[in-house]
């Protein structure tokens, strides 16, 4: 699930970087034999560092479609991806609640313009949130992280009913209609609407109107259950190059903003079927993909790159990391799956498109982490302010530094140098600025002189 570290700071850098406007002279497409070693060269040095294991996927109208596998779909078992693996897509998931929202809106039974309270009479706030605002990210509704009942269960307790209920009785980060604030709680509380109108849970109504018509067989909401075939374990970066097995988070956080699970050839029929109109009319499609004013549609991104319109949407929940790009008018989409946890995708997604559309590109050379390095932890030990609605929390826990923004999961941050470490799972770099007197008083996030600053405001005990 697509501001975060875990939760919050990363998505809006990501979403900044995914939004910026690259403009490039028109290139020539590379053949599909050269475009697979391309790939391959691409992925490799990612594979190596065990920052990648999984699927990238290029779809090219009127070609076969490339589905290419990499590293291990199970590290304890040796056993290697296959094309047809299935993943989950984490904030992928948005852009299906969103299209289920417009389904029941195409059949007259609700209105994006209407008020939640028309269908949650009991969710506070519900009065004064439309179901557009939701969707677009301007409802004001708390992200999940920021819920008592998540830290306390590390997103492992509470019933669906239970987390709604929370999230109406949160305060709301801003009036509604007011900023844009990107929720996966307002996704939760429109999954909360999709069952109330249809009078069926959510995974049925995606199922019935979705799965089964486009005969994505490998496409389902994530729930307790029989283990389903294809479906590959989830990990997380540890260290400079170890991986571990991740705790998924239970279902009811995750319904509406990240459930689901897919493929890769799932995804490329998606894209195909919501692009070519074969699920929604002209006028809900222009509601989908219309730009809001933050580079945001109804659970999708709006964004140019190389000069190309382009509608997706990255996605990372626990063990997975995701990415779905279709290019409007080259009628190409781009899938990346993966079964680590973590933004490298961002740049495998850079540089796989570079290499479709016939652009420069150089991919980077391995990162380099000093062995034996060792650090005083303890002295960046602290709480580090970046503004009313994010805190981000270092600790340090054996040996390793670890770091988590609000109430969201940790991740780990691995010494590059003396001043310098880096976030596999986000894949940023960070630094820690030190006052007149040497004392270290606030956490820099990335590199460069205009990188987000937060300020020391309480130091904690590691």
């Known amino acids: 699930m697509r501001l975060r570290i ?21 290139a020539s497409a590379p053949a599909q034999s050269a475009l697979r070693s391309q790939i391959d060269e691409i992925v490799a040095p990612y594979v190596a560092a065990a920052d990648f294991m999984g699927v990238v996927a290029v779809d090219r109208d009127g070609e076969e479609p490339l589905i290419l596998p990499y590293g291990l779909a199970s590290v304890e078992l040796g056993v290697p991806h296959s094309a047809s693996d299935v993943f989950m897509i984490g904030s992928i998931s948005k852009q299906f609640t969103a299209v289920a929202i417009l389904l029941l809106e195409q059949e007259g039974r609700l209105k994006t313009a209407d008020l939640v309270s028309e269908y949650l009479p009991t969710f506070g706030h519900g009065g004064q949130i439309t179901l557009e605002q939701l969707l677009i990210h301007t409802s004001g509704v708390a992200d999940i992280f920021a819920l008592e009942r998540f830290g306390e269960t590390a997103g492992q307790g509470g019933s669906f009913a239970e987390v709604v209920a929370d999230l109406g009785r949160a305060p709301l980060t801003h009036p509604p209609g007011t900023a844009y604030a990107y929720s996966n709680g307002g996704y939760v509380v429109l999954a909360a609407i999709i069952e109330r109108v249809a009078g069926v849970p959510y995974g049925e109504v995606l199922e019935h109107r979705v799965f089964a018509p486009l005969e994505m067989a490998s496409t389902a909401h994530d729930a307790r259950g029989p283990i389903a075939r294809r479906r590959v374990p989830g990990y997380d970066p540890w260290g400079s190059n170890g991986l571990s097995r991740a705790t998924p988070m239970s279902p009811p956080w995750s319904k509406g903003p990240g459930s689901l699970w897919s493929s890769a050839a799932d995804l490329l029929t998606w894209a195909r079927s919501l692009h070519g109109g074969r699920l929604l009319r002209e006028p809900a499609y222009r509601k ?16 140019e790159r190389f000069g190309r319109e382009v509608i997706g949407h990255d996605g ?7 990415d779905l790009a279709r290019y409007l008018d080259d009628r190409v989409t781009i899938a990346i799956l993966s079964n680590v946890q973590s933004a490298a995708r961002d740049e495998i997604r850079r540089l796989v498109a570079a290499a479709v559309f016939g652009e420069e590109y150089t991919v980077p050379p391995p990162r380099a982490f000093p062995e034996g390095f060792t650090a005083p932890l303890d002295e ?35 010494p590059l140098n003396q001043t310098e470490w880096f976030s596999r799972v986000l894949y940023a770099t960070v630094r820690f600025g030190r006052d007149g007197g040497g004392s270290v008083d606030r956490l820099i996030w990335g590199r460069g002189d205009g990188a987000p600053v937060g300020r020391r405001t309480a130091g904690l005990r590691g």
């Open 288 to 303: 989908l993909s219309r730009d809001y004013g933050h580079g945001y549609g109804y659970g999708v991104s709006v964004f």
């Open 316 to 322: 990372r929940i626990a063990g997975y990391a995701a």
């Open 380 to 414: 960046l030990v602290g709480t580090y302010s970046f503004g009313p609605n994010l805190e981000v929390e270092i600790r340090a826990v054996e040996g390793r530094l670890l770091a988590r923004a609000n109430r969201g999961g940790f991740s780990e941050l691995v």
């Open 6 to 26: 875990v939760a919050v700071l990363t998505l809006g850098i990501s979403a900044l970087l995914a939004g910026a406007t690259e403009k490039a002279p028109a």
